[in-house]
């Protein structure tokens, strides 16, 4: 069967001011085209890539900026912790030195008689449950501690109280079966500036 082939006339397909192309121009327009296509998909492609890699630059710098920021804020806050540690230890201290001064002042406030008789009675308590007991003070306590120990006597048995030039006149040495403690004002004095700082420190 022959082929049918319809031939119309250029003029009445073309409007005025309309251009015709040649064929391989028109192939070459439509290739354009396809690249510009290609190049637009790939422009916004680069945007897209451009843009996520801007958030995961700027949540990585967020994270590391964080982080910087926590371990900065740590380390101040140990080296704060580390300054009032130290502050509060100097604290202490000069508190326990005002303490110290200020119940030595009381100690010394009261007379030797006094102290002395303290003494003795908180080396009782140490030897207390002995059944022979010996006293030893200074010469000028001996009526005072005698007289002191004259009712503790009837409770606790035999006491003796013996005169020592060598003891100071706030110092007592009490001799027993339970054993021997010397007392005096000062080193109950140190027993309780080693207190002090024990519970400080």
């Not at 251009?19 to 327009?29: F, N, R, T, W």
């Not at 740590?74 to 580390?82: G, S």
């Not at 201290?93 to 100690?107: G, H, M, N, T």
């Not at 706030?170 to 080193?187: N, R, Y």
Request: contains cysteine; proline residues 2%; hydrophobic residues 35%.
């Amino acid at each position: 069967m022959d082929k049918f082939i319809s031939v119309k006339p250029l003029d009445s397909q073309l409007k005025p001011g309309q251009k015709v192309l040649k064929s391989a121009d028109y192939q070459q327009l439509l290739s354009y085209e396809s690249v510009l296509s290609k190049l637009s998909i790939r422009e916004k492609q680069r945007q897209t890539d451009a843009s996520e890699m801007l958030e995961k630059s700027i949540r990585h710098g967020k994270e590391q900026g964080m982080e910087q920021a926590n371990q900065q804020l740590a380390e101040e806050l140990q080296n704060f912790t580390l300054r009032m540690h130290q502050s509060l230890c100097e604290i202490e201290e000069s508190l326990v030195d005002v303490v110290v001064e200020s119940v030595k002042k009381i100690i010394h406030g009261f007379d030797d008689e006094t102290l002395v008789k303290n003494t003795v009675r908180s080396g009782l308590e140490l030897v207390r449950g002995g059944k022979k007991l010996t006293v030893r003070v200074h010469p000028q306590m001996l009526g005072v501690i005698q007289e002191q120990l004259g009712e503790f006597e009837k409770t606790a048995g035999h006491i003796e109280v013996l005169p020592d030039g060598v003891l100071k006149v706030d110092e007592c040495i009490l001799e027993s079966d339970v054993g021997i403690v010397s007392a005096s004002v000062e080193q109950q004095v140190e027993a309780l500036v080693k207190a002090l700082r024990r519970m400080s420190f």
